[in-house]
């Protein structure tokens, strides 16, 4: 994987993007010529159109990101991904629509832009089918080598057995733990030469996955790996590389303080973050007002009661504050206002709220407590202190999600479907920990895109 802003991409996704890059601008440069020579229209130098050729290609390529078009899936499946280009093809001319209008200096004739989406999605599915396979198969992961056999050794082991993931296990070597779990692991004293033993394997990573490290770190055979070239990670800072989220089994105190994260250098980030805030919350509103209106007529019409309702939240520093939200369920939801938890398929919501919720129409009177300062559009999901007391008693580092803004979306939310048990709140905390420590400007770009992904395609809405 490289890291781009302080979040990891893997090898195989940023190679895509750049061929794909590649194609749009050739397919804009195409179809304009093609264009050009129908009419008998001289073709200019190629440099006197590179602001139209990098708009159709930049606004294109966004749509692949947010609809979600270097997933995973996307490697795996040809009409997966089929589909999803579609979308994002689709997204990307509306959006390319939008800045003719707004910036007719940048435009393309309606000709030119239709032959050029042909032939960007005859050359982004021809691509596709082509290096699919190959971008998803073993070519581009990286071998390692697991210096441990147990309980956490085996997580790796349970890891790599999962489809998309990024390595490849070339060996377990097990360092004398009394409660060893992977069979099929080699004793360290069966290796004479460690060192050789993984550059043997191919291996560019050594991972320590010690059950018990206290007095048990093998330092010698990790100096002498590393001496030879060989990258020596640690079990947390493996996995959250290769996960985007921080393993709670496997982290503690010391890894989150002297981790790389968590940086100071954030003052700058944070007012370009609250500017974007109360520029976009502002928009939003405005436009989406409308709507709002004639949701809540909708949810009076069907129920009776207000249309909006006011929840408590915890927010940053564990400061509490009031969010506004289309009303989605009964009036008399929550009894005494005893907070419960809710459950696939709850028949507390509405057939109103039911769709809202579906479509995240329930969330957007939050823009305001956006504008207010609040919350942010990017930040972990503020829930509510009777659950925050309960989650702190079950949950280590629950508080550090507290140390960043609160937001109405957040890497959690797209990379984690509607959580509604502790063990729910647990998978989420590891990618609102994730965030805390890695946040950018960047990883909020891309969790604001793909937010649309989460919108167009939801999982797990209740």
Do not use: C
């Not at 019409?301 to 009964?330: C, H, T, W």
């Not at 998978?427 to 960047?442: G, R």
């Amino acid at each position: 994987m490289i890291r781009l802003f302080k979040h990891y991409v893997p090898h195989a996704v940023l190679l895509l993007g750049l061929v794909d890059l590649a194609l749009l601008i050739a397919s804009a440069e195409i179809g304009w010529v093609v264009r050009a020579h129908q009419i008998g229209m001289a073709v200019a130098p190629i440099h006197t159109r590179i602001a139209q050729l990098l708009t159709f290609a930049i606004a294109l390529q966004v749509s692949l990101v947010a609809v979600g078009a270097y997933g995973v899936a996307s490697f795996l499946s040809l009409r997966f991904a089929a589909a999803r280009l579609a979308v994002a093809l689709a997204l990307g001319v509306i959006a390319l629509s939008f800045i003719f209008f707004l910036v007719p200096a940048l435009s393309f004739w309606r000709s030119n832009l239709l032959y050029s989406t042909i032939i960007a999605t005859v050359l982004l599915v021809t691509v596709r089918a082509l290096l699919g396979k190959t971008l998803g198969g073993d070519t581009f992961k990286r071998r390692i080598v697991v210096l441990g056999a147990g309980a956490r050794a085996a997580r790796i082991l349970q890891l790599s057995e999962q489809p998309g993931i990024n390595f490849i296990v070339a060996d377990f070597v097990a360092m004398g733990e009394p409660n060893q779990v992977i069979g099929k692991a080699r004793p360290r004293a069966e290796i004479p030469n460690l060192s050789a033993h993984i550059v043997d394997r191919n291996a560019s990573e050594v991972v320590l996955a010690l059950d018990e490290r206290r007095n048990a770190l093998p330092m010698k055979d990790l100096l002498r790996v590393r001496t030879t070239g060989v990258q020596v990670s640690e079990i947390s800072t493996f996995l959250e590389r290769e996960t985007g989220r921080i393993d709670l089994k496997s982290v503690n105190p010391s890894w989150l303080i002297f981790s790389d994260g968590f940086a100071s250098s954030r003052m700058l980030s944070s007012v370009f973050k609250r500017a974007f805030d109360i520029f976009a919350s502002g928009l939003l509103l405005l436009l989406t007002l409308p709507v709002i209106l004639l949701t809540a007529v909708a949810i009076k019409l069907e129920s009776k009661g207000p249309a909006f309702y006011r929840q408590r939240r915890v927010g940053l520093y564990n400061e509490g504050f009031d969010i506004l939200k289309l009303r989605s369920m009964r009036q008399d939801a929550e009894v005494a206002g005893t907070a419960v938890w809710a459950a696939e398929d709850d028949p507390r919501i509405t057939r109103i709220g039911r769709f809202i919720r579906k479509v995240r129409i329930d969330e957007l009177p939050q823009t305001w407590t956006v504008l207010k300062g609040e919350m942010s559009f990017v930040g972990p999901r503020p829930e509510r202190p009777q659950f925050v007391e309960q989650l702190e008693e079950h949950l280590p580092f629950y508080a550090e999600r507290h140390m960043v803004k609160p937001g109405i979306t957040g890497w959690a939310q797209i990379n984690y479907p509607y959580g509604a048990s502790i063990e729910d709140a647990r998978h989420k905390l590891e990618y609102d920990l994730y965030y805390a420590k890695n946040y950018s400007p960047f990883l909020d770009m891309l969790i604001l895109l793909q937010t649309l992904r989460v919108v167009l395609w939801p999982t797990g809405a209740r």
